[in-house]
C-alpha cells in the first residue's frame, strides 16, 4: 500500500516546455515536501508546504489540503532539470513517506 | 551554504559485518534523521533523533540499527551484523525544528555494498 502516490512516472520535455508533475496522499500530513535527486543521488529539498503555493525560481509548487493532492510545476523547462522528483510527506512524531518518484528528462 | 556531510560517500562489507556510516549534521540543526533507498525503489524513512534520543523509527529500524550522537557533531548509524538486503543508500538528514515546519537538509548519501 503506498501512502504517497506520484504521476508520471516517468516523463520527457522538450527544452522550455512547462511541466506538471502530480502527487496524492492518502494519509493526514503535517506537511509535504518536493524533493530532487540528481543522477549521482544526491538530494536536494525544494519545497515544503502545508498550504497554497510556493514559488522558487522557475519552480512552483501547489498543495490542495482537502483533495489530498499537489503539483510541482516548471516553467521553460531545461535540460538541467533532468532528475528524479519525489513527493514526501511527513506526518505528527517526524513520520515520513516517499512516493516513488518521476524521472523528468528535459530534451534540448 | 551550510552542508551535511556523510562519509564514506561508498562502503563495501562482507555480509555479518558491523558497519558505522557517519553523518556531519549543520551545526545548528537540532533534529537528525537516517533514510534508505534501495537501488531502483522509493526512498525510507529509517530513523529520527532530537535531544539525544530516537523521536520516531520505522518497521526497518529493528535491533540490528542503532544510532547515536557520540560527540556532539557527528550523527551515526551503525548496522550491527549486515545483510546482503541492507545493500541501499543511506541518507542523513538534519533540519532547525521539527522538518514537518523547517524542512530539512540532506547530505549526499553513502552507498552501501554488502557482499
Known amino acids: 500500500k503506498n501512502e504517497v502516490e506520484q504521476s508520471p512516472q516517468n516523463l520527457t520535455a522538450q527544452e522550455g516546455e512547462f511541466i506538471t508533475i502530480n502527487c496524492s496522499y492518502s494519509?493526514?500530513?503535517?506537511?509535504l515536501h518536493w524533493l530532487q535527486q540528481h543522477p549521482g543521488g544526491g538530494i536536494v529539498s525544494l519545497f515544503m508546504?502545508?498550504?497554497g503555493k510556493k514559488k522558487h525560481g522557475r519552480l512552483i509548487a501547489t498543495i490542495n489540503i482537502q483533495e489530498k493532492h499537489s503539483s510541482l510545476h516548471i516553467t521553460a523547462s531545461h535540460p538541467r532539470d533532468s532528475a528524479v522528483y519525489i513527493c514526501?510527506?511527513?506526518?505528527?512524531?517526524?513520520?515520513?513517506?516517499f512516493g516513488t518518484g518521476t524521472s523528468l528528462t528535459v530534451i534540448p | 551554504e551550510p552542508e551535511v556531510t556523510q562519509t564514506p560517500s561508498h562502503q563495501v562489507t562482507q555480509m555479518g559485518q558491523e558497519v558505522i556510516l557517519r553523518c556531519v549534521p549543520i551545526?545548528?540543526?537540532?533534529?537528525f534523521y537516517w533514510y534508505r533507498q534501495i537501488l531502483g525503489q522509493k526512498v525510507e524513512f529509517l530513523v529520527s533523533?532530537?535531544?539525544?534520543?530516537?523521536?520516531?523509527k520505522s518497521e526497518i529500524f529493528d535491533d540490528q540499527f542503532s544510532v547515536e550522537r557520540p560527540d556532539g557533531s557527528n550523527f551515526t548509524l551503525k548496522i550491527r551484523s549486515t545483510k546482503l538486503e541492507d545493500s541501499a543508500m543511506y541518507f542523513c538528514?538534519?533540519?532547525?525544528?521539527?522538518?514537518?515546519?523547517?524542512?530539512?537538509?540532506f547530505g549526499s548519501g553513502t552507498r552501501l555494498t554488502v557482499v
Open positions: 551545526s545548528n540543526h537540532l533534529y
Open positions: 514526501a510527506v511527513s506526518r505528527p512524531g517526524n513520520q515520513f513517506y
Open positions: 494519509v493526514g500530513i503535517s506537511a
Open positions: 538528514a538534519s533540519s532547525e525544528g521539527q522538518a514537518t515546519n523547517y524542512g530539512y537538509t
Open positions: 533523533f532530537y535531544n539525544n534520543e530516537i523521536s520516531e
Open positions: 508546504l502545508s498550504s
